[in-house]
């Protein structure tokens, strides 16, 4: 048993060092003697080469109160698999399926202490966003709500390696990236995917409302849609047309607690929005949404985690015409494991892709 096991072993370390010749003049990065191509292990995401993915300097600034550079030696590793694809004239084009390990924005974060521009007005967290911007200048923004409130965690990453996922039987060799890279594992197209990260920031939405606590009752009998602040629309009911879903949920609160086990019916906020907004890289990357509710609560949807998922855990528009309190209009965000994004009593909703 024992020569069997140093057999395989010495097995897989040949073939780690082994590399396809198509991969020898790839300059900007270099291979990892690791790659379980014997099928040794049951993980399908472990058969390719890693190689590693050179990394600049990354500072975090914005409304924090520590603002500096990232320090990348003291974060844990994290792993997310994704298929990448990008907009194309002639349709979606797929670039390659890939496992990138790096560092999560989730913990990059983590220990950064928030001094939003906005607190005396609206002390809640769920009104900020991220910006990501490369060495070209491109902007990424991602919501607060996206990096902490998923049900699934660390799923943001700067990517520090990668591998190639090899199908068994075509052994197609997709591009390799030869920068960083900042990846959101749960976008559908990938646009987001920027290389070469440079600077963090984080924002508030720069929008002030009148905030009332304990409004009762919570009540707007519609939702006034702002495109680039300009009004585009007026909602007072389910559009026309659109699939009624119900979504059987635990909704339980990061104050509260369990709040019900009750299911959740409406349609999905992103049928009503795209007869408004467009799917472009710009909208894509930079592309924010505030819903404000007529008590001045309000959350940060990117367009990206609204518009734009891989995972269908879709954001719901409820809609109940017969409610008096806390009506009529209110969301569900099932991609989230609390419920305080699930904002009552909607009244307004902007959408923008030129913030900051």
């Not at 590693?52 to 698999?81: A, C, M, Q, W, Y």
């Not at 006034?224 to 389910?238: G, K, S």
Request: proline fraction near 5%.
């Amino acid at each position: 048993m024992r020569n069997l096991f140093i057999s395989a072993l010495f097995g897989l370390l040949f073939t780690a060092c082994s590399v396809d010749k198509s991969d020898k003049n790839h300059n900007n990065i270099h291979l990892i003697p690791f790659a379980d191509s014997t099928n040794i292990t049951n993980d399908f995401y472990d058969d390719a080469e890693t190689y590693v993915l050179p990394v600049n300097t990354i500072s975090i600034k914005g409304e924090i109160e520590n603002p500096g550079i990232v320090d990348f030696s003291k974060l844990p590793h994290r792993s997310i698999i994704v298929k990448e694809t990008l907009l194309s004239n002639d349709g979606d084009k797929f670039v390659g399926a890939y496992r990138y390990l790096g560092y999560a924005l989730y913990d990059i974060l983590n220990l950064v202490k928030l001094n939003k521009k906005n607190k005396e007005e609206f002390n809640p967290i769920i009104d900020l966003y991220v910006q990501i911007e490369n060495d070209k200048g491109e902007k990424v923004n991602l919501s607060w709500g996206e990096i902490y409130y998923p049900n699934q965690l660390q799923d943001i990453i700067i990517a520090t390696k990668v591998s190639r996922i090899v199908p068994s039987k075509t052994k197609d060799l997709w591009p390799l990236p030869d920068k960083s890279k900042l990846v959101v594992a749960s976008d559908l197209i990938t646009e987001r995917n920027i290389s070469n990260p440079i600077k963090i920031t984080v924002l508030s939405y720069p929008k002030s409302f009148k905030t009332i606590k304990g409004l009762k009752p919570l009540y707007s009998p519609k939702i006034d849609f702002y495109n680039e602040n300009v009004h585009a629309a007026t909602i007072t009911e389910y559009p026309e047309g659109l699939q009624i879903k119900k979504y059987n949920t635990i909704f339980y609160g990061r104050g509260r607690g369990i709040h019900s086990t009750q299911p959740f019916t409406g349609v999905l906020l992103k049928d009503v929005m795209e007869k408004y907004v467009q799917v472009t890289q710009k909208n894509l990357r930079e592309g924010i949404f505030l819903v404000v509710a007529k008590d001045g609560y309000r959350g940060v949807f990117s367009f990206g985690e609204l518009m734009n998922r891989n995972d269908q855990s879709e954001i719901l528009l409820v809609c109940r015409p017969e409610a008096t309190d806390n009506g009529i209009f209110r969301l569900f965000p099932a991609c989230d494991f609390f419920s305080d994004r699930a904002i009552k009593g909607v009244s307004e909703i902007y959408f923008s892709a030129n913030e900051k």
